[in-house]
């Protein structure tokens, strides 16, 4: 993911997230609970007796760092609890995985389809070797949850430990390029906003990804799209697609843009994007972006962005749809998302009984 800003400077971000993952203990009694449990929403202040919960002061850059921070301590969560099972389940036991051998990298540079196009074996070992660790770490994960969640349906282990709460923002939508006319599908209710960088790698990356639950969810989700250009060079493209939208060619010359985003560096090459992408009236395209046209609109997309928290791209947002109003509240993701967790999102909202 593309960043704007550092996480090394947030140690007070962090006390608050360690705070609201469940170091403030809920007073019940003991006999109806022997062990204590725990709120990841405390209150942690009140008002002429009016609480203050924590979830209120959760900012986007707060929910993504207490993500992190649950995933890390649910990975030590998951470690500690199998060591104390080990001994008395031996199924629990972790599989012994040797180190990667050059027998092992030998054997990959042998069977593995188009490695050889890559360079000889002796050029590429180490590659190899630290792809092979990494695979064989992701495997060990695997492996580690697999246990895990064999001691939960066993009921060796009670797991209490729940991720934080949802973060839920309210979004204009603002002069996002939408992907269809929404007034011509009334019972659309989910939005789903793209904030993108048309020379960020990940960008590029995930929109195999949104043409596949365009096709998915045609007619059901609205999508937009909106800038959050990092470089003077992609605010340049930016400004270019919004005047190819003057002609109604926006997604085509966004799909140009995709293909080779670091070729286009150079008025010329600028000029034949847009031929590629069927740019008509090529003269007011040329006008369109010497004039800068669209400069205030892409810089507003850009303060939006900061106004609600993204620090990078991409960075979507995924919600309820209030046309009238044009807005969308729902939570933010960032980076290549998986298409499994966009569905899982965009179904949840898809479901919410909730208009």
Not at 56 to 72: D, G, P, T, W, Y
Request: one cysteine or more; aromatic letters at 10%.
């Amino acid at each position: 993911m593309a960043k704007l800003f550092s996480l090394s400077r947030s140690l007070p971000v962090i006390l608050i997230a360690l705070f609201s993952l469940g170091l403030v203990p809920e007073v019940q009694s003991e006999a109806a609970q022997p062990l204590p449990t725990y709120s990841n929403n405390p209150i942690v202040a009140s008002v002429g007796g009016e609480p203050i919960w924590l979830d209120e002061l959760k900012s986007a850059r707060i929910q993504e760092m207490l993500v992190r921070l649950h995933s890390m301590q649910e990975f030590m969560l998951r470690k500690k609890v199998l060591k104390m099972l080990a001994e008395r389940h031996p199924e629990l036991q972790p599989k012994l995985i040797p180190g990667i051998q050059k027998t092992d990298i030998a054997r990959f540079y042998k069977t593995e389809p188009g490695i050889k196009d890559i360079g000889e074996l002796d050029q590429i070992e180490n590659e190899i070797r630290v792809y092979l660790e990494k695979k064989q770490r992701r495997d060990g994960q695997k492996d580690m949850n697999r246990r895990f969640d064999l001691a939960v349906q066993k009921g060796w282990v009670v797991n209490y430990f729940g991720p934080p709460n949802d973060f839920h923002l309210l979004a204009g939508i603002g002069t996002a390029m939408l992907w269809f006319n929404g007034k011509s599908v009334p019972e659309v209710k989910v939005f789903f906003m793209e904030y993108s960088d048309f020379l960020c790698p990940f960008c590029k990356k995930v929109q195999r990804t949104l043409i596949d639950l365009r096709k998915r969810y045609a007619n059901r989700v609205q999508f937009g799209y909106r800038h959050f250009p990092l470089h003077q060079e992609a605010r340049v493209l930016s400004e270019a697609v919004e005047c190819a939208r003057d002609q109604n060619r926006f997604w085509q010359y966004q799909t140009a843009i995709y293909q080779n985003p670091e070729g286009l560096r150079s008025d010329n090459q600028i000029m034949e994007a847009a031929q590629r992408a069927r740019v008509r009236n090529l003269k007011a395209f040329q006008k369109c972006l010497d004039t800068g046209k669209y400069r205030k609109r892409v810089k507003a997309d850009f303060d939006e962005g900061l106004r609600l928290g993204i620090q990078g791209t991409p960075t979507f947002i995924i919600g309820t749809y209030d046309r009238d109003k044009g807005t969308v509240y729902g939570e933010m993701m960032s980076g290549a998302v998986s298409t499994h967790k966009f569905v899982k999102v965009i179904e949840k909202y898809l479901n919410s009984p909730v208009h």
